[in-house]
Each structure stands twice: as C-alpha cells, then as structure tokens.
C-alpha cells in the first residue's frame, strides 16, 4: 500500500513536470526565464543582481534573461531610482 501512493506521487510529479515544460515550451521560454518570471511573480521590483543571488544565477547571466524576457514582450524594466 505505501509503494502504490510513492508510485502514484512519483507518476503525479512526472506529469506536473511534463505538463509545465510543455506550456513553459508554448510560450517559446526556457524553464529558467519560467522561473524567472515567477520570482518577479512576487517581487517586481526586483534588480538583476539580488535576482542572481536568490536564484544563484551570475549577474551576466540575470540580465541575458532579463534582455530576452523584456524583447519578446514579458517584462518591462525601469531605470532604478537612487
């Protein structure tokens, strides 16, 4: 009985997994830009250094994220206020 519900949550996150590539694949993004998206989900305001160090992603590599998110129309960044 407790292998059948492993099973069954094992079979449950292949298809979530599954299912989120597929559409993250529709809308033409990488599973990364997906997860990107998601952190500015919850804090837009968020800069591409701090967004590096939650997501343990170099700078360099944040705002090649953030260049192609904003070019295809998904983001939209503001100059920084100091």
Aim: proline share 0%; glycine share 8%.
């Amino acid at each position: 009985m407790q292998n059948d519900v492993f099973g069954l949550s094992v079979c449950k996150a292949i298809t979530s997994s599954r299912f989120l590539t597929q559409k993250v694949s529709e809308l033409n993004l990488t599973l990364v830009q997906a997860m990107v998206l998601g952190f500015l989900n919850y804090e837009d305001q968020i800069t591409s250094g701090e967004l590096g160090k939650r997501t343990e992603l170099r700078q360099c590599d944040t705002d090649g994220i953030f260049n192609r998110l904003e070019a295809a129309g998904f983001i939209e960044r503001k100059k920084q206020s100091r």
